[in-house]
Each structure stands twice: as structure tokens, then as C-alpha cells.
């Protein structure tokens, strides 16, 4: 035997370099595989921070938005008596009162006198009425988010939301506050959160904490300078920062509101995030200690039988036993490795070695009754090709690895080549781990995300596109349309007479009939390119790419022909016994360099037409008419 007649030093410094290489190569790639798991957990993570922040500002922007509404209704008169008689009519008390929102509404004037209140808690608004807001107001400030407070005996938490009221000259002439509930935004939150280490917080843009659920245990003197310094760098981020809230490590996620000058975060602890891979780390840990005990063990045998050969070459049977203990060492590591099997595969694809565990017990593909087979005796042709592609690769000198899906389970596969002593590689070793597990959860995780997104771009209220899709898809048809040379045409649909629908039936009335009139739009347009979208308060969009003025006007018919079908009672209207729209048709020939806002612009302008000959109606931009 050649490993008989050289030097023992030389073996054995073959052996320790294979057994080295071997040791680094698998604690490498168990080094890799919990890098990777880190990252991709890492992101997914932030991917879900991201669609948590997405979401809880699109709530919070529908929350000032409506309070912003019952501001923007209440107009200064001149004569106090007759606002005073708007002020308490009972459609408004029974706005702010029958609304969850709300925690009551006050109006001071001028000189800081309260003259109105609704209120569904004990509270004294006069501190109030003299306070920051005041003075604000005074000042010039017209729509201001005030610090949280609390009012009266009351412990609920109120977010003020305020208006500056001007006479008809132009002057101060006092302001209007809705106090928003934060116990209405914890419900919320209590509902969207699903893990205990999840914080959802509501920032004023000067760092002022509005709203923080759950409340840490331990808080310390939040820093209002860093917070207002990060959330002014960028309008939206996910990053991993030391909370200036409670000190801790966490991965968050912000988005500004566009009108508002608040901040929605979400945020989860990273020691939790570290928690919960320590599983899997300490998995890995221990696969390399056990290969790397088997390793050496298995360098200590050989070279105890490798001092005997050389000193005794005619104790064959003795060198025999040793390699019998090596082999059953083999066995031991293979039989550690969960869910998985190690493979031993010669030239020509003939398996010299398998050990391990396998989900069934199959007499094909017992380990004895393998050895000896080639691939294609144990596995079919399909799943036999793939396997021995990888099984070249490793013959070639290369490390491989593929994704194997045999029997409806998925398979991880690793081939390596194993050189003898010259360097040739006449063998490979094949490692299988199963990841069906795994492959599920991936699964089950983007499902999440489409749905998330899908909520991120649709109207929560209506049902249809929101604002945000609306402005996406229009640029994108724009700038299609430019290049292609299509028209592209929009309709502006604004509900006749809604406030005064919302006054007389009330704001669950009111968001039933929007409803159904988003539907009819939704059923009148019939090709995959066209959108409905919710453009703001009552008015909603429908973009007809490809489409003149003959067809947009064609659609609008056939919405107002869909309303009047659905016959939606409002016996107070001026303009009809039943719900109508009033609608702005505009198409145009997209051009590069133009912006797409005069689009909107002229169906805007068409639209206030529409109202002003009567409403119940549709009227086109004309070229000639707006000149």
C-alpha cells in the first residue's frame, strides 16, 4: 500500500488539512445559512412594519379628515344668534355625539369665551379656550393638533383638533376645537396588534408623544428633539434605532401624514426579534459541535490506525476493525442530523454510502437496499436528472445546491466533491434536508403581504381604489398615453347635496349611500384598464384610458342610469326625490412634458358646471367654452 511506504508525518498532515477544510466548510455554511435566516427574517419584519405603518396612517389620516369635515362646517356668521341656532340644531349634536371618534366639540371667539360645547364627558373647556390653541389661533394659525390632554374629572385621553374661525371681513373671529377620543384609536390598535412585542405610537412632527400602545413599562423622558429630528429627515423609513421612548433596540417603521403634521409608527423589539431566532442559531450551533466532535474523533481513529499500519503493515485485521470504527462513527454523525440524509455517491451515480432520516419508510429507499443502486434505480427519471446534474457539478470539482420537490415534499440538496489524496475527485458527498415546513411559511408570508398591499390601495370605507392608486394609475396611463398617442379621459362624480343627505339621515346613512354609489361605478365600468377611486369626501374619480369624449360620456350615462336604478330615498333634496350625481367629463391627448393635473383641472372645471346648471348632470370640458 502507498500509504504504507511514506513518511507518517504525511498522512497525517492530510489528514488533519481535510479534516480542518471539512470543519471550516460546514461551520461556514451553517454560518451562512443563520446569516441568511437573520436577513431574510430581518426583512420580512420590516416588510410587515412597513404595511402596519401604511395602514395606521391611512386610519389616522381618515380620523383628522373627519373631524377636519365637522371644522370645515362650521362657519363664522355675524349674526352670533343665527350660528348659535346652527351650532345646537340637532344633526350636529347628533354628529359629534353619535360618533365613536369624537369626544366632544367646542367654539370660542374672539375673545377666547367659550360660546358652544357638546360634550359626551364631564369637562371645563374654558382653561382650554385660554390656552395654547388660543393663541395660536390668534396669531394667524389656521388648523393646529394640540397635545394630548386631559379634561375634568375625566381620565379618557383627548387629542384636540382645532379651526380658526374668521368674520366675513377676514378677522379673528374666535375658533373651533373637536376632541378626538384616544381611547377610539387604542381599540383600534388592540385589534391590529397580534404580537406582544409590537408598538404602535402616534407622534405629533415636534417629537410630542400623542398616542403610545401598549404604554412601556418602564418610559423614560422622552427626548422631543430626537424624535422631531427623525421624523422631519424623511416622510417615511423603517430602520433599527434606540427608542428615544423607552431606550430600547427596536426595528420601526414611520410614515407623516400628507395634511397633518403627525407621524404613525410601528415598532418591534429587536431583542425579541433576536429571541426568536435563537432556535435556529442554536440548531446550527449544535449540528457544527457534533460534526466537529465526529471530525475529530474520526482524526484521532485514523491516525491511531494510521501509527499502527506503519508500525505493524502485516496487522491487516487490526487496520480492518478501525476502519469498521470509522464507519460506525459515520453512521452516528448522520444519524444527528434532523430531518435529512448524508450521501456518499461514486462515478457512474452509484450510491457507496446513505445514512440518515427519511418521512417514510419505503423498502426502495431503506438505506441498506440503496447502496450499491444507481439514482435512476432508486428515483424516476425527472427527479433522477436533477440529482445527477448535481451530482456532476460535484464530480466536476464544484460545490452545487438545488430545491428538489419529490412526493409533494421539498427537498434542500448540497453536493460537495471528495478528493483522495492526489486530488482527484472520484466521489461526492450529497447532503438532503427537508423544507417543506419552511417552503410553507414562505408561502403563507407573501399572502400576507398581497394583502396588506392590496389594503394599502384600496378605500377602507368604499370598497374602490383610494386617492393615492387614483394619482399612481394616472400617471402611469399618462405617461402610456404620451408615448402610445392614446386618449385618456376622466370622470369627476360628486354626490348632489351630501352634507345635507348626512344632516337629515345621519353619517351611517350617508356612508351606505357613498357605498352604493361606488358600486354602480365599479359596475359601469367593464374593461380591466379602467379604475374607480375615492377622490376626497363625497367626489370620486373613474380614469378610461383609451377613451374619447364620446365614450367617457357614454359611461357617465350609464352611471347615472345604474343610480337611478338603485333608487336611493332623499325626500329633502332640491335636486331629485332620490340620490344623483353631478359628473365633470374630460378626455385629452396625453403629451410628454404636460402634466396630467390638467386633466383633473378640466373635468373640475366641467364638474362645477355640472352643479351650477342644476346638478343631476354631466357636462364636458369644451375647448371652446373654457376659452
Not at 129 to 149: E, M, N, T
Not at 264 to 289: G, H, K
Request: charged share 25%; with cysteine.
Amino acid at each position: 500500500m502507498t500509504i504504507l511506504t511514506m513518511p507518517l508525518a504525511t498522512p497525517r498532515r492530510l489528514l488533519l488539512f481535510f479534516s480542518t477544510l471539512a470543519t471550516l466548510s460546514v461551520g461556514g455554511f451553517l454560518a451562512i445559512e443563520s446569516w441568511l435566516v437573520y436577513k431574510r427574517d430581518l426583512a420580512s419584519v420590516e416588510s410587515n412594519l412597513e404595511a402596519q405603518a401604511t395602514l395606521l396612517t391611512e386610519h389616522a389620516e381618515l380620523a383628522f379628515t373627519t373631524a377636519r369635515q365637522v371644522l370645515a362646517d362650521i362657519e363664522w356668521e355675524q349674526n352670533r344668534q343665527a350660528m348659535q341656532q346652527y351650532l345646537s340644531s340637532r344633526p350636529l349634536y347628533q354628529r359629534i355625539l353619535g360618533t365613536p371618534l369624537f369626544g366632544g366639540l367646542f367654539v370660542a371667539n374672539a375673545e377666547g369665551d367659550v360660546i358652544f360645547t357638546a360634550k359626551k364627558f364631564p369637562a371645563d373647556f374654558d382653561v382650554l379656550a385660554q390656552g395654547a390653541l388660543y393663541q395660536a389661533h390668534r396669531q394667524g394659525a389656521y388648523d393646529v393638533v394640540g397635545w394630548p390632554l386631559t379634561l375634568g374629572e375625566s381620565d379618557r385621553q383627548m387629542i384636540p383638533v382645532s379651526h380658526r374661525l374668521v368674520d366675513r371681513n377676514g378677522e379673528f373671529a374666535g375658533f373651533a376645537v373637536v376632541l378626538l377620543q384616544a381611547e377610539y384609536f387604542r381599540d383600534f390598535y388592540d385589534r391590529v396588534i397580534n404580537d406582544s412585542e409590537l408598538r404602535i405610537g402616534m407622534f405629533h412632527r415636534d417629537g410630542t408623544v400623542l398616542i403610545l400602545h401598549p404604554s412601556p413599562l418602564a418610559e423614560r423622558p422622552t427626548s422631543q428633539h430626537e424624535l422631531s429630528a427623525l421624523f422631519t429627515a424623511k416622510a417615511a423609513d423603517t430602520l433599527l434605532v434606540s427608542s428615544p421612548v423607552d431606550g430600547q433596540d427596536r426595528i420601526a417603521a414611520f410614515r407623516n401624514m400628507d395634511m397633518y403634521p403627525v407621524t404613525m409608527a410601528a415598532s418591534y423589539s429587536y431583542a425579541a426579534f433576536i429571541e426568536d431566532l435563537l432556535p435556529a442559531f442554536r440548531r446550527n450551533a449544535i449540528l457544527f459541535l457534533i460534526f466537529t466532535g465526529g471530525v475529530i474523533l474520526a482524526w484521532v481513529l485514523i491516525d491511531r490506525a494510521l501509527r499502527v499500519a506503519v508500525k505493524a503493515r502485516e496487522a491487516t485485521t487490526g487496520a480492518q476493525r478501525r476502519q469498521q470504527e470509522t464507519l460506525q462513527l459515520c453512521h452516528a454523525i448522520a444519524h444527528n442530523l434532523p430531518n435529512g440524509r448524508v450521501f456518499v455517491i461514486e462515478r457512474g451515480y452509484r450510491y457507496a454510502f446513505v445514512e440518515g432520516r427519511l418521512w417514510q419508510d419505503h423498502p426502495d429507499y431503506n438505506p441498506q437496499a440503496m447502496v450499491g443502486k444507481t439514482i435512476r434505480e432508486v428515483f424516476p427519471a425527472d427527479h433522477a436528472a436533477r440529482l445527477e446534474s448535481l451530482v456532476d457539478t460535484a464530480l466536476a470539482g464544484r460545490e452545487g445546491e438545488q430545491e428538489i420537490i419529490f412526493q409533494q415534499r421539498v427537498f434542500k440538496a448540497f453536493a460537495t466533491p471528495l478528493r483522495n489524496e492526489s486530488g482527484q475527485v472520484l466521489r461526492c458527498l450529497l447532503l438532503t434536508q427537508e423544507i417543506t415546513r419552511l417552503k410553507e411559511d414562505q408561502k403563507a408570508l407573501e399572502m400576507l403581504n398581497q394583502e396588506l398591499d392590496r389594503l394599502a390601495r384600496t378605500d377602507s370605507l368604499l370598497g374602490i381604489s383610494n386617492r393615492r392608486e387614483l394619482d399612481r394609475h394616472l400617471e402611469s396611463e399618462w405617461s402610456r398615453g404620451s408615448r402610445e398617442g392614446h386618449p385618456l379621459a376622466l370622470l369627476l362624480i360628486d354626490v348632489d347635496c351630501f352634507k345635507h343627505y348626512n344632516d337629515v339621515y345621519g353619517h351611517p346613512a350617508g356612508d351606505n349611500s357613498l357605498q352604493q354609489v361606488a358600486s354602480v361605478l365599479s359596475e359601469a365600468i367593464r374593461r380591466p384598464g379602467d379604475l374607480a377611486a375615492r377622490y376626497g369626501g363625497e367626489e370620486m374619480a373613474v380614469l378610461l384610458p383609451h377613451t374619447e369624449m364620446d365614450g367617457a360620456l357614454n359611461i357617465a350615462q350609464r352611471i347615472h342610469e345604474l343610480l337611478a336604478e338603485r333608487n336611493i330615498p332623499f325626500a329633502a333634496s332640491p335636486v331629485s326625490d332620490r340620490v344623483t350625481v353631478s359628473i365633470g367629463a374630460a378626455s385629452m391627448l396625453p403629451v410628454t412634458g404636460q402634466a396630467s393635473q390638467q386633466l383633473i383641472d378640466r373635468a373640475d372645471q366641467a364638474l362645477y358646471r355640472a352643479k351650477a346648471n342644476g346638478r343631476s348632470r354631466t357636462e364636458a370640458y369644451r375647448e371652446k367654452e373654457a376659452n
